[in-house]
T-cell receptor, first 113, second 119 residues
Framework: GQQLNQSPQSMFIQEGEDVSMNCTSS?????WLWYKQDPGEGPVLLIA?????ELTSNGRLTAQFGITRKDSFLNISASIPSDVGIYFC?????????????FGSGTQLTVLP | GAGVSQSPSNKVTEKGKDVELRCDPI?????LYWYRQSLGQGLEFLIY????????KSGLPSDRFSAERTGGSVSTLTIQRTQQEDSAVYLC?????????????????FGAGSRLTVL
């Protein structure tokens, strides 16, 4: 099956700093999704990317669909305490159902005051 | 409902007992998924329901795990003869299936999960 490598596994940053995390795949994806999971909650969709090269922002979050279609990154600018959580990437190789979604292992973000 | 509802939110059981976890998806979402999230791990696909089609059970780890979806809506995940390694958060998600790219089709909406602890 598809392999998704998400890095880093964890990050400790100071409030106000920018953050970057990425995912790489062994397969070409047609869709990249970024989710955030708060403690005790289910993952919530942050950004969806559908086209190679696409750069999409959602407030302080920016994500890009890599040109090779095998990678994606998520940037968070000017981090705040509520950014704490686990960030997951997910990719899909076809236009079929979301059954084909593959999730990364997550990046645990801690924001220090 | 407005979101995906899961119950119970927490379940502690003894090894060997059976457990049932319930998921109520978003109204109108025809696709329903179960995932397992072990401590510090990513999301492990378990099973997928789509409309009246036969479910995709390819992710179920053993025959102790089964799931049903009644009336195309509520789903129940059953774990028989629970083992300690079954301890995890079980997440349910639902989605639309058909729609234009970028319309949100195939994008999963998750419930808050059911945390299972097997003693």
């Amino acid at each position: 099956g598809q392999q998704l490598n998400q890095s880093p596994q964890s990050m400790f940053i100071q409030e106000g700093e920018d953050v970057s995390m990425n995912c790489t795949s062994s397969s070409i994806f047609n869709t990249w999704l970024w989710y955030k999971q708060d403690p005790g909650e289910g993952p919530v969709l942050l950004i969806a990317l559908y086209k190679a090269g696409e750069l999409t922002s959602n407030g302080r979050l920016t994500a890009q669909f890599g040109i090779t279609r095998k990678d994606s990154f998520l940037n968070i600018s000017a981090s705040i305490p509520s950014d704490v959580g686990i960030y997951f990437c997910a990719g899909k190789i076809s236009s079929g159902s979301a059954r084909q979604l593959t999730f990364g292992s997550g990046t645990q973000l801690t924001v220090l005051p | 409902g407005a979101g995906v509802s899961q119950s119970p939110s927490n379940k502690v059981t003894e090894k060997g007992k059976d457990v049932e976890l319930r998921c109520d998806p978003i109204s109108g979402h025809t696709a329903l998924y179960w995932y397992r999230q072990s401590l510090g791990q990513g999301l492990e696909f378990l099973i997928y329901f789509q409309g009246n089609s036969a479910p995709d059970k390819s992710g179920l780890p053993s025959d102790r795990f089964s799931a049903e979806r009644t009336g195309g809506s509520v789903s129940t995940l059953t774990i028989q003869r629970t083992q300690q390694e079954d301890s995890a958060v079980y997440l349910c998600a639902s989605s639309l299936v058909r729609g234009a790219r970028g319309s949100g089709a195939n994008v999963l909406t998750f419930g808050a999960g059911s945390r299972l602890t097997v003693l």
